[in-house]
Each structure stands twice: as structure tokens, then as C-alpha cells.
């Protein structure tokens, strides 16, 4: 039976255009253009993943669109702390939770897409 970083490590091209999308989704959703950003690093590292899993331009934009993603999930909590104990508590607890979550995929994906450029990834 398989391990579950060996199905995660399989499909790391697909789970960084899961994680574009998604920041597509919120950047329409909230109206937030900060987020285009990590959503055209995730899609072009799951491009190249797919593609070009060897070159070396792979791991390196793969490592640095998870630490991306992460620092921009992690600036959205700060920017919602605020918000806990007022008016707006529901909404601010809601994308709390939700970019918490989201910083955690960052961090799944920042482990399953590290891989030395001597390594063959899948």
C-alpha cells in the first residue's frame, strides 16, 4: 500500500493547478488582485511539473510559487486578526479559517514539490 506523501509526490503538478485555480476563485470572489499572483505562479509550476519535471527552472519556481502562496495566506490572516472582535467577526473568522487552511496546502505543497534538480519527479 502506498504511502501518502507518495501519492501527493505523484500528483504535485496537479495539486499546484488545484492551488491556481482556487486563488483564482478567491481573487474573483473577494475581488482581490494581491492574489493573481500566487494564482500565475501555481498554474505555471504545475505546467512546468507537468512538462518539465527535470529542468531546473521546475523546482525552483515550484519552491518559490508553495513560499509565495504561503506568505500571501499568511498576510491575509494578519489583515483579518482585526476584524475578530468587531462588525465584521463572521466574515473575519470565516477568511481566517480559510486562509489558515490554505497557508497548511501551501505547506503540503511546498514539501511535495521540493525535489533537487538531481531528482526525477513524477
Given at each position: 500500500?502506498?504511502?501518502?506523501s507518495?501519492?501527493?509526490?505523484?500528483?504535485?503538478?496537479?495539486?499546484?493547478?488545484?492551488?491556481?485555480?482556487?486563488?483564482?476563485?478567491?481573487?474573483?470572489w473577494?475581488?482581490?488582485?494581491l492574489?493573481?499572483?500566487?494564482?500565475?505562479t501555481?498554474?505555471?509550476?504545475?505546467?512546468?511539473?507537468?512538462?518539465?519535471?527535470?529542468?531546473?527552472?521546475?523546482?525552483?519556481?515550484?519552491?518559490?510559487?508553495?513560499?509565495?502562496?504561503?506568505?500571501?495566506s499568511?498576510?491575509?490572516?494578519?489583515?483579518?486578526?482585526?476584524?475578530?472582535?468587531?462588525?465584521?467577526?463572521?466574515?473575519a473568522?470565516?477568511?481566517?479559517?480559510?486562509f489558515?487552511?490554505?497557508?497548511?496546502?501551501h505547506?503540503?505543497?511546498?514539501?511535495t514539490?521540493?525535489?533537487?534538480?538531481?531528482?526525477?519527479?513524477?
Open positions: 500500500m502506498p504511502k501518502v507518495d501519492i501527493l509526490k505523484s500528483n504535485v503538478a496537479y495539486e499546484f493547478m488545484v492551488a491556481g485555480v482556487v486563488w483564482v476563485v478567491v481573487a474573483i473577494l475581488g482581490l488582485v492574489v493573481l499572483w500566487p494564482a500565475l501555481c498554474l505555471v509550476a504545475g505546467l512546468l511539473l507537468k512538462f518539465l519535471p527535470s529542468k531546473r527552472i521546475t523546482w525552483a519556481w515550484a519552491t518559490s510559487s508553495a513560499v509565495l502562496g504561503l506568505l500571501v499568511a498576510y491575509q490572516v494578519y489583515v483579518a486578526i482585526p476584524f475578530i472582535r468587531g462588525t465584521f467577526s463572521f466574515v473568522i470565516e477568511t481566517l479559517v480559510g489558515v487552511l490554505f497557508a497548511l496546502f505547506l503540503v505543497l511546498l514539501y514539490g521540493y525535489s533537487p534538480a538531481g531528482k526525477q519527479t513524477k
